[in-house]
């Protein structure tokens, strides 16, 4: 998988081998007269040529019989073999995401049963491992193990060691074990190979061992990770039309890394979209991916206790909030860091404006020039970024203080804008802003945020705007450091979409995130229930979902009311089939789902019973 590969990918750029390992080989060399590191293979003292191969793909059970073929075959004159087997103890984590891909990969043989087709032989041959493993682990407390092989073949010429090295290549295709020639990291490889070389824990990393219970004949275990989307994608749906044949359909998010991944999924109430967003949030979460949800109605809380997401409440009674002074720490770009300081700055405008509704020019010019006060009160000094952290230990409230002093000063514009922020720093509307968030999503597959809706009640609507406001900046941030830092993909889920979008500045946020995310290896997945919200043109339209939708790849579309499907027929360029298939979906928990450039579908989810129930939960009331 392209993810996977990235992931490796990152760690075996040439030259890139580990200190330890090339400093014994530059030791054995020294005493050989020299060692030449080529691509695939080693050359010591002009006289002796390594090829290391490392074993990545294991035959169905791991006992000492399989190296049998290995060690039999007869190499030309003057090769020799050597085969190197490491064991080291592993622990098999039974958790929530193990026990979902089992559930779905049970799904998935029992509903080929039932439809009369033969299950794939690699699914029922994955469960009946995983059921063994299971067994022995879970209920005997059997140890299990993670066993590496390299073996390496070396010659008294180069031509003599391909020679060898494509007999041995063949040798373990016809014995179904799966080598690889190991480019660029053959120092690595080669110590491997020696009881005293043993590399570091990163060559293991990068090369995943074969789990092996005691009797080392068990079950494939990181292998039934593939069969349900290694190479296929993550699951989106069983074909479902009249004439569908039920099989089950996986994307390809990866396939194409430029293009948008976005997803806006339509329908009216009832009809499924949340659960196919959790359904979504769960492929993700099992493909690596970390994942942040904009939950206005706490639905989504029950599922993030039960994946080990952190829950962050920035609801309005919470008084919880991300600060507005908050620097966040260095990436490692140097573009990036160098902006940080304009964003806390932004932050604070942005602030400033939502809270007093609008800024003149004058209130503007104060706000900025309390900040430069409390930067130059922290020590803060701009062409300085070892300076700017001072700042995280300063809260918004000392930044109101700074204009209180302006006010005080009769600065221009300070003290009508001290006046209108004073009801939210020291009236009644102070307890909004009360615990900030010191938000560190480094370790959370999953971030929920539990944020309030801009409701129609006028000064709950300018906190909960600024809230949100931060909240998304803080999500944007981490999408970033997810792939400067780690190369990780991230995906950004808003439920209930229609009211997030009512607010002009998440509009605007997702409008960004819309049009730019997939730069930054990432996803938008939006759920509505008021289709007009996506055309900036029709009545109601935003300028957020209309970025979402000339910008998402995949559109789900379940049944729409009457009103909502015509906003569709006008808007949305969908031929006439597709909106008579859509009219006729209604409480059947189908959907179409349009992919761009490829056509149409019509799908259902088919998910286990145990995986509905995690979905069903709503609301805080049902909380455990
Ligand atoms: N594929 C499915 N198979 C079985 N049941 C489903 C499926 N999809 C949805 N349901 C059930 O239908 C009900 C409504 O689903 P869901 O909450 O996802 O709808 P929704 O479109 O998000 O509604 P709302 O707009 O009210 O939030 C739930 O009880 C859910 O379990
Ligand atoms: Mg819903």
Redesign the pocket.
């Known amino acids: 998988m392209f993810l996977k590969m990235l992931k490796r990918g990152k760690n075996m750029k040439p030259g890139a081998e580990s200190n330890s390992a090339s400093g014994l080989a530059d030791w054995v060399a020294e005493r050989a007269g020299g060692l030449e590191r080529k691509r695939t293979s080693l050359a010591v003292g002009g006289e002796v040529w390594h090829r290391t191969f490392v074993v990545h793909g294991w035959p169905q059970a791991v006992s000492p019989e399989w190296l049998r073929p290995l060690v039999r075959e007869p190499l030309p004159e003057g090769c020799s073999l050597r085969i190197a087997v490491h064991y080291r103890p592993a622990r098999v984590d039974w958790n929530w995401a193990t026990n979902m891909r089992v559930r779905r990969l049970e799904r998935s043989v029992q509903s080929a049963a039932e439809s009369g087709s033969p299950p794939s032989p690699d699914e029922v041959r994955a469960l009946e491992s995983i059921r063994i493993l299971q067994e022995k682990t879970l209920y005997h407390g059997a140890a299990v193990f993670d066993v590496w092989c390299v073996v390496t073949v070396s010659a008294a010429s180069p031509e003599a060691l391909e020679v060898a090295s494509s007999r041995l290549e063949k040798v373990c295709r016809n014995a179904r074990i799966a080598v690889s020639r190991a480019p660029y990291e053959q120092t690595d490889a080669f110590m491997a190979g020696w009881v005293v070389g043993v590399p570091d824990g990163e060559f293991f990393k990068r090369h995943p061992g074969r789990l092996a219970d005691e009797d080392s004949a068990a079950a494939l275990y990181p292998f039934t990770y593939g069969t349900l989307d290694d190479g296929t994608g993550i699951y989106i749906g069983n074909r479902a039309a009249d004439d569908g044949d039920g099989s089950f359909i996986f994307l390809d998010l990866e396939r194409d890394p430029e293009g948008n991944k976005n997803f806006v999924v339509l329908?009216?109430?009832?009809?499924?979209?949340?659960?196919?967003m959790k359904s979504l949030l769960t492929s993700l979460l099992l493909e690596e991916y970390q994942c942040f949800v904009f939950d206005v109605d706490g639905e989504y809380r029950f599922l993030c206790n039960q994946v080990g997401g952190l829950w962050v409440d920035h609801t309005l009674s919470s008084g919880r909030y991300v600060d507005p002074l908050r620097v966040p720490p260095p990436l490692g770009d140097p573009n990036e860091d160098a902006a940080r300081l304009d964003g806390v700055l932004n932050a604070v405008m942005r602030t400033a404006s939502l809270l007093a509704g609008g800024l003149s020019p004058a209130e503007a010019n104060a706000a900025d020039r309390a900040l430069m006060r409390l930067w130059e009160k922290c020590g803060v000094r701009r062409d300085d970024q070892g300076t700017w952290a001072r700042l995280n230990e300063r809260r918004v409230h000392d930044w109101y203080a700074q204009l209180k002093a302006l006010a005080n000063e009769g600065a221009p514009g300070a003290g009508s804008l001290a006046d209108k922020l004073w009801r939210f720093f020291e009236g009644a509307q102070s307890r909004m802003f009360a615990v900030p968030d010191d938000v560190d999503f480094g370790g959370s597959p999953l971030v929920v945020f539990h944020v309030a809706q801009t409701v129609n009640n006028e000064l709950e609507e300018h906190t909960a705007a600024v809230k949100m406001s931060l909240a998304l900046t803080s999500v944007w941030d981490a999408v970033r450091r997810n792939r400067i830092r780690g190369n990780r993909w991230s995906a950004v889920f808003c439920d209930?979409g229609q009211r997030l979008l009512l607010d002009p500045n998440a509009s605007r946020f997702v409008n960004t995130l819309a049009t730019t995310i997939r730069k930054w290896n990432g996803l938008l997945v939006l759920?509505t229930?008021k289709p007009s919200v996506l055309w900036a043109h029709a009545e109601g339209g935003t300028e957020g979902g209309s970025g979402l939708w000339s910008n998402s790849a995949y559109k789900v579309l379940?049944w729409l009311e009457d009103a909502d499907m015509m906003a569709v027929e006008k808007n949305a360029e969908l031929p006439a089939p597709v909106l008579s298939t859509i009219r006729k979906l209604r409480r059947t928990?189908r959907f179409v789902l349009r992919v761009l450039d490829k056509g149409f579908d019509v799908l259902?989810?088919?998910?286990p019973a145990e995986e509905?129930a995690l979905?069903?939960t709503r609301g805080l009331a049902e909380e455990r």
């Open positions: 329908g009216a109430s009832g009809e499924g979209k949340s659960t196919f209930e759920a229930n379940f928990h259902k989810l088919s998910l509905l979905y069903k």
